[in-house]
């Protein structure tokens, strides 16, 4: 059995794996327009297997994002492959690309699905970072609406208190997703905010505490300062915490996402990436651009504005929704 077989096999296996792919193949629908559809048109114009198909290959891959790095990588794996298997004709080499995909995600152990570092009956803090405008607090709602739905008891603390309307913002999201939020006035200290945060969860025998911060990048100085200020206070006040530190890159911004990663990670120690929006962007290699440039895994996506749209990261539903058109084409 070839790849994309064992792959839409592995999403008919039950109900919950058939809704995790129609999420992916409906949310990437513009990045599989680009991605399969530029792929369909290279092995219709190619058909063998040559330098020049590589070529060309590798500028489908780089203008998806993927990341010049990764993309070399991939294409130097892919010749490997197609000599072994001695693969002459292009339209056989769609089965590689799709497992090397994947491969290139996961690296050895393909079946890792890295979900969030939680703490079982004791509180696990997980602090969410990010500049303004990415989706941060939506993100945040729709996390906390996931938890509250597993069981878990969620508190929201709203440490943005820099972004006029971000309290509200969250406050509103809290509500939609049935969680308290505990805030301050606008313009307070951060740090103080997730002190009361704590200590409400604490109170509340919460099991989860999701906390917002302000994503000013003007000045990485400053950036920092208050990060490891407020990390300082959850180290202090919750042994082993923060279980997570989040970052969230919005898909649609392309590199400027990979550099807000660079530098968010060189402010502070960035466990996974929360990434929106992948719905809206033609350009979904970025998710592989940034798991080989970075080392950091993508734990999340967006795909949509609903509240059931975020998606735990999924590097076979991820190249499903990348190629699920040709899989439907083999039925
Ligand atoms: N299509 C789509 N829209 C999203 C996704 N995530 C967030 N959005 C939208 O992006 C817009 C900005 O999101 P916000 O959460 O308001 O931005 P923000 O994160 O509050 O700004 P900060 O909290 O300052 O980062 C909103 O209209 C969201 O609905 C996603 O995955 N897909």
Same mark, same amino acid.
């Given at each position: 059995?070839g790849f ?20 992916y ?24 297997v ?41 339209k ?11 491969e ?7 079946? !890792? ?5 939680? +703490?079982? %009956?004791?509180?696990?803090?997980? /602090?969410? #970072?990010?500049v303004?405008?990415? =989706? ?64 409400a ?12 911060t ?9 950036l ?6 407020? !990390? ?5 006040? +919750?042994? %082993?915490?923060?279980?997570?530190? /989040?970052? #969230?890159l919005?898909a649609?911004? =392309? ?8 530098t ?68």
């Open positions: 059995m994309m077989d064992k792959l839409k096999n592995r999403f008919k296996q039950n109900e919950k794996a058939e809704e995790v792919s129609t999420k193949k409906e949310g990437m629908k513009k990045s599989r327009q680009t991605f399969s559809g530029r792929i369909n048109d290279l092995i219709a114009r190619y058909r063998k040559d330098e020049d198909f590589f070529e060309e290959l590798e500028e489908v891959l780089i203008s998806a994002d993927v990341g010049v790095t990764t993309v070399m990588d991939l294409v130097e794996e892919l010749k490997m492959e197609v000599k072994r298997q001695n693969i002459k004709d292009t056989d080499i769609r089965e590689v690309i799709s497992e090397k995909l994947v290139i995600y996961y690296g050895d152990d393909d079946e !890792k699905i890295e979900g969030l570092n939680l +703490v079982e %009956n004791e509180l696990s803090v997980i /602090l969410v #970072v990010g303004n405008g990415v =989706g941060k607090t939506t993100s945040i709602g729709k996390l906390a609406n996931q938890l509250k739905e597993q069981g878990k008891k969620v508190v929201l603390a709203a440490g943005d208190t820099f972004r006029a309307g971000a309290i509200e913002q969250l406050e509103v999201w809290g509500e939609r997703a049935g969680v308290d939020v505990i805030k301050q006035g606008a313009g307070s200290d951060p740090a103080a905010v997730i002190f009361d945060g704590i200590k969860a604490k109170a509340r025998n919460a099991d989860v505490l999701i906390c917002d302000a994503g000013r990048l003007q000045n990485k100085v400053n920092m300062n208050e990060l490891s200020k407020v !990390k300082r206070v959850i180290e202090r006040e +919750v042994p %082993n915490a923060p279980h997570e530190v /989040l970052l #969230v919005d649609t911004t =392309g590199q400027n996402a990979l550099n807000q990663a660079k968010f990670s060189e402010a502070t120690n960035v466990s996974g990436i929360v990434l929106t929006k992948l719905d809206g962007t033609a350009k979904g290699g970025i998710v592989l651009a940034i798991r080989k440039d970075l080392n950091i895994p993508v734990k999340y996506v967006g795909l949509g504005e609903k509240i059931e749209d975020l998606q735990e990261f999924n590097a076979h539903a991820f190249v499903y929704g990348l190629f699920a058109d040709m899989l439907e084409d083999t039925e």
